[in-house]
Structure formats: C-alpha cells, structure tokens
C-alpha cells in the first residue's frame, strides 16, 4: 500500500511539472464604463519558474484602441501559491488595490461583453494567421475577420505584429471594411497571436477582440491576452 502511493504521489509530481512547462493566464471580462467607451479587464496566472502568482488590470479607450491614462496596472506576489491553487488571489488583489481605476472611468462589471466568437480549440495561433466568420443576431450584422501576423528575425531576436482586416455587412446589406491593431507595434518574443473571443458592447456596436499571445518558454509557451477594439 505504502508503494502505491508512494508511486501515485511520483506520477502526480512528474504530470505537475509537465503542466507547469510554460505557464497559461486566466482572462476575466470586468465590463464597460456606462457610455461604453471605456473598457477594462484582467488576467492572471501563476509563473511556472516560480509559482508565484500574478495579475494584470487593464482599462481601455475603445475609440482609441489604446489604454487610458493610467490604466495599467500590475501586480506579483513575493510568495509561492499553495497547491492546486490557480493565483486567482492576485486578481482579487490588484482589484481591491485599484478599485478607484472602475470608479473614475464608471466601469460597471454587469455590463460585461456579448460574446459573438469563442475559439473552440485550445491549439497555437498559426504564423500565417486566420480568418474567422461570426454575427451579431441582435444587431442584424455579419462579419469576417482576418488576423494577419508579421515576424522578422528568430529565437532570442524574434519580433512580430498584427492587425485585424475587419469587413461588416449590416441588415441592408451595406458593407464596411475596418482595419484595427497597429502592425508597426514590434512584440518581441511573441511567436503567435490568436483570436479566443470576440464580444460587442451591449451598449453599442463597438467590438472587442480578445487575442491570445503564445512567447517561447522552457518546454512550452507562456500564454497572455490582449484586446483590440474598435468603435465604428
């Protein structure tokens, strides 16, 4: 009996370090300001090397694709997590020490994101990029979107970008090309980009793309998130 559990606790430490082989982020929708210009939200996770947890908070200007003033926050504990534990405790903290970020942009986090896309498999971005189909039954629109990636150099050189070529055709059949993301934006390390989520302001048309980012790391690859947003 006593093997058997000696051998039991051996499997589950050598299947915990294969799972620990690069580490992955946990994306949470915290919402929209009230007038749908301002969206916010996070992620967390725990580093592999050292399992301590972390967590990032964002704030966006949906009409600018970009971060408001002072709308990013970090935050990395100096202690290990328990086991089993995801580092979800680093979101509660970067929350609660940055609460006054939801109040000045009046984020309310029951107006979250309808989602219009979910990416059903959990495999790599392609380097030559994707396109995907989805629509917004609500609204009456359909669209078509292609994530088009860039890379130069390889290894510990290697830089890359993307953008998004965004065509929506609206209940009458009138059609709109967008472009969103900036592809002079050099990442470095990033080897792919991938499109998880797409969801719409409830407020509006704007849109929300939610993109996965994959970084070489030992054995693996640690996984982030980003959004690009557009409000037509």
């Known amino acids: 009996m006593l093997k058997k559990s000696f051998f039991t606790a051996a499997v589950l430490v050598i299947c915990g370090t294969a799972l620990w082989a690069g580490d992955t982020a946990s994306f949470v929708d915290l919402g929209f300001s009230q007038d749908g210009r301002v969206y ?5 996770g725990v580093l592999s090397n050292t399992l301590k947890p972390w967590a990032d908070l ?3 200007d949906v009409s600018q694709n970009n971060f408001v003033s002072g709308g990013k926050f970090s935050y990395s504990s100096n202690n290990p997590v328990n086991a089993g534990n995801d580092g979800i405790g680093a979101f509660y903290r970067i929350i609660t020490q940055n609460s006054a970020l939801a109040d000045r942009h ?5 107006r979250q994101g309808h989602p219009l896309y979910i990416a059903l498999d959990s495999g790599a971005g392609s380097p030559q990029g994707e396109r995907i189909e989805f629509r917004d039954f609500e609204r009456g629109f359909s669209y078509q979107a ?8 390889s290894g510990t050189n290697l830089k890359s970008s ?13 059609r709109r090309t967008f472009s969103i993301g900036n592809p002079g934006i050099k990442r470095p390390q990033i080897a792919t980009y991938k499109i998880k989520k797409v969801l719409s302001s409830p407020m509006d048309n704007s849109i929300i793309f939610v993109i996965e980012t994959r970084k070489p790391a030992v054995n693996g690859y640690d996984i982030r998130y980003m959004v690009e947003t557009l409000r037509p």
């Not at 916010?40 to 967390?44: C, G, N, R, T």
């Not at 292609?146 to 150099?153: N, T, V, Y």
């Open 40 to 44: 916010m939200f996070a992620q967390y």
């Open 162 to 174: 993307f953008h998004i070529i965004l065509d929506r055709t609206g209940p009458a059949g009138d």
């Open 146 to 153: 292609q994530l088009i990636p860039a890379a130069e150099g």
């Open 58 to 60: 964002y704030a966006v």
């Open 106 to 110: 009046g984020i309310d986090y029951l």
